[in-house]
């Protein structure tokens, strides 16, 4: 079961979402995690969208995708050829005598410190999953008291354009 | 212009002259158009038969069918018939009305998240919320449903929206979807792989499914299969895409086709598959394919079919009629493969079983005795179970003739409002709904619909006071289980004559003549019910 990132930019309407999700659900794939949000043109939003499947069904995926009106446009993205992030907040359990290794931990991750209370400190970080997977592991030590996590969002390096790029490749 | 006025106006301009319906709470602002109007609104027993209706109706005008129906049940009602389209790729747009835009959400009387409760079975569906919107919307829909691979698109209109005016009416000339494309045309490339593989195969086989009949490509497939001498198969849905009395013609495969027909398709080396998704139940009876390879060519109009079902070497996308004019066009007959041992070595077909029990009808034999008696242009109706198979079985293909069934979702009650929905599309043709027992009680409210309108069809009902599909599938794997039973049915001829329907039953084969002249003959709707033996099977 392999791990792939689509990008996919779809009509900036309302059902969209419940399309796209209802699509994976009834045709039984799994999405690992999906974010979407609006892109530079206001009328199109993206979604990234990330599955776990064979060959198989990753091309049903994106074939079945393609057929859904509000879909414009489907890229599976190249790990090595493509920027992928997430965003993480972590609120983390913090008495006097953890606090500054904690935030010594985070200023290596590079991670940002947004909020702090008497008992919790919250780190805002971006990063690929593995970063924010470690960053997590190390918190537990102390206690973790909430995650959020927005999913994979990812952006194709150089001067890749998806627009360029026409929907229904696989014919 | 009211929003109704300017729905109804859409309509026209799509050269709709016919919907099914019924009227309820919060559609009556578009009834009210539509009674103003010059648009035939037929009225349906229960909405899900607007949908069948429709169906049966664009199956054979080959125009978009079009229903309408009130919120809440009156929408939910049609979901089956809207799965019922979206499974056999019916060209369907469908109205439904909702509560006030302001109250969505609030658990109104009579209301329903239609456009989420038909999301799996629609190929698009809108949620009207702006009217200035609606003639756009409807122009979209029309095209969706009948490009491509056709479906249903359901657009569900709030009453708030439907009454509200309307201050731009004009109808958009073209439909511009950015997320929806298309692709027709084959690509040249893999047109001239295909001819290839058809020039060095010794055994090769077209499998023709709905999708040519969907595509108008009846004629194209006919030369094609002249040019190239290629024998044919096809499946439930494909029957009716090369007439049965062709000599390239070799049957039905499936669990429930011929063996002749499947046992080709194990030894072909080279499949045609045309305008079909080949589901489990049309490759279901083929026997595994141990000894040799084969080679696919697939076309199909939707390219997530291909490789879904089948692997495929030359996978074609784009429409049956247009790939099979462009390989017509590059084959040359001179690298045609002589075929006709191949031909010779898979005809042999089996003979007809006479009924063996007295007291019964051979449904068989009265499928075989229909044909004979029925025009060339004759439009036969199969419901669903022992009928369908029956029906698919032994009624012979025409040119001209037309075999419609609910093939995918495999609907019980689909076979009497789809007769309907096919009659009004052809008055002048013959019209014949082949049921059970079993589906003809599912839709008996549409006798209301058939009599009212003097619908003239023939119902062949074959009535063996069982659901017999269930009970065949029972005795194969539980044992003589006959767990349902229909045995205290009710008097079908007396239930039509309540209806202002004429009916006659009959008991053996040779009834089967007469009773077939006299239906045939008689004015308006006509029930033969046919008395079969519970026993009867599909298989032989």
């Given amino acids: 079961m392999n791990r792939h990132v689509l990008s996919v930019l779809v009509e900036n309407q309302s059902g969209v979402l419940s399309r796209v999700s209802g699509l994976f659900s009834r045709r039984g794939y799994n999405i690992d995690s999906l974010s979407v949000g609006e892109t530079e043109d206001p009328k199109v939003s993206r979604m990234t969208i990330v599955v776990s499947g064979d060959d198989y069904i990753l091309e049903q995926i994106k074939k079945q995708l393609n057929k859904l009106i509000d879909v414009i446009k489907i890229v599976e993205l190249d790990a090595e050829k493509s920027v992928f992030r997430e965003l993480a907040m972590i609120k983390v359990n913090t008495t006097m005598e953890t606090r500054a290794s904690i935030i010594e931990i985070v200023s290596i991750f590079r991670a940002n410190i947004v909020d702090v209370s008497n008992e919790t400190l919250t780190v805002e970080m971006t990063g690929d999953e593995s970063k924010i997977e470690a960053f997590i592991n190390l918190m537990n030590n102390y206690g973790i008291a909430e995650v959020v996590r927005t999913g994979l969002t990812a952006i194709e390096r150089g001067n890749k354009h998806i627009k360029n790029q026409i929907k229904g490749e696989e014919e | 212009m009211k929003a109704a006025e300017a729905i109804i106006k859409s309509l026209i301009n799509e ?12 559609i009556l602002e578009v009834y009210e158009a539509l009674r103003k109007s010059n648009i035939r609104h037929v009225l349906v027993r229960q909405e899900q038969a607007a949908a069948h209706s429709a169906s049966g109706y664009a199956r054979v005008s080959g125009k978009v069918g079009v229903c309408i129906a009130t919120s809440g049940p009156g929408a939910t009602n049609l979901i089956t018939g809207i799965a019922t389209a979206y499974m056999d790729s019916i060209p369907l747009v469908v109205i439904t009305g909702q509560v006030n835009s302001s109250k969505i959400g609030r658990d109104m009387f009579q209301e329903a998240d239609i456009t989420g409760a038909a999301e799996s079975f629609t190929k698009h569906s809108y949620l009207v919320k702006n009217e200035n919107d609606l003639p756009r919307i409807i122009k979209e829909a029309f095209y969706i449903a009948s490009t491509g691979r056709p479906g249903p698109v359901l657009i569900d209109i709030p009453s708030d929206i439907q009454a509200a005016k309307i201050e731009k009416t ?7 979807i950015r997320g929806y494309k298309p692709t027709t045309k084959g690509h040249v490339g893999q047109v001239k792989r295909a001819v290839k593989a058809i020039s060095e195969s ?3 086989l077209i499998i023709a499914g709905g ?5 108008h490509a009846e004629g194209e497939l006919l030369t094609f299969v002249e040019k190239t001498g290629i024998p044919l198969v096809h499946t439930l849905m494909g029957k009716g895409s090369l007439p049965s009395l062709n000599r390239h013609y070799i049957g039905m495969i499936g669990n429930h086709g011929f063996s002749e027909a499947n046992r080709a398709v194990a030894k072909a080396d080279l499949l045609i598959i ?10 279901g009876g083929i026997p595994e394919k141990t000894t040799e390879d084969v080679r696919i ?3 199909d109009v939707d390219p997530a079919e291909i490789g879904k079902n089948v692997g495929t070497q030359i996978p074609m996308v784009g429409d049956a009629k247009t790939i099979l004019t462009q390989m017509i066009d590059r084959i040359d007959t001179t690298d045609r493969t002589d075929t006709d041992e191949w031909l010779t070595q898979l005809k042999s077909f089996e003979g007809t079983v006479k009924c063996r029990k007295t007291g019964f009808v051979n449904p068989r034999y009265a499928m075989e005795t229909l044909s004979k008696k029925l025009n060339d242009e004759a439009i036969i109706v199969a419901d669903v179970g022992q009928n369908q198979i029956w029906a698919a079985r032994y009624f012979e293909d025409r040119i001209g003739r037309s075999f419609l069934t609910s093939g995918g979702l495999g609907t019980m009650g689909y076979s009497l409002p789809a007769a309907a929905g096919a009659k009004i599309a052809a008055p002048e043709r013959q019209v014949i709904a082949v049921v059970g027992d079993g589906g003809f009680q599912m839709s008996l409210h549409e006798l209301g619909t058939i009599s009212y309108y003097n619908l003239e069809i023939i119902i062949l009902l074959f009535n063996n006071s069982r659901l017999g599909m269930v009970r065949e599938l029972q005795d194969r794997f539980y044992g003589k289980a006959n767990a349902v039973e229909l045995d205290k049915n009710p008097d079908f001829i007396k239930l039509c004559n309540a209806f202002r329907i004429e009916g006659v039953r009959i008991t053996t084969d040779s009834q089967l003549e007469d009773a077939f002249e006299k239906a045939i003959k008689h004015k308006g709707p006509f029930l033969l019910e046919c008395v079969v033996d519970p026993d009867e099977s599909t298989l032989i």
């Fill in chain 2, 15 to 26: 050269n709709v002259d016919t919907v099914f319906g019924y009227p309820g709470g919060h």
């Fill in chain 2, 297 to 299: 060519i697939h076309i």
């Fill in chain 2, 211 to 215: 999708g040519v009949l969907l595509s």
């Fill in chain 2, 202 to 204: 010794k055994r090769p």
């Fill in chain 2, 274 to 283: 045309i305008g079909t998704r080949v589901a489990d139940r049309a490759w």
């Fill in chain 2, 170 to 176: 004009d109808i958009p000339e073209t439909v511009d």
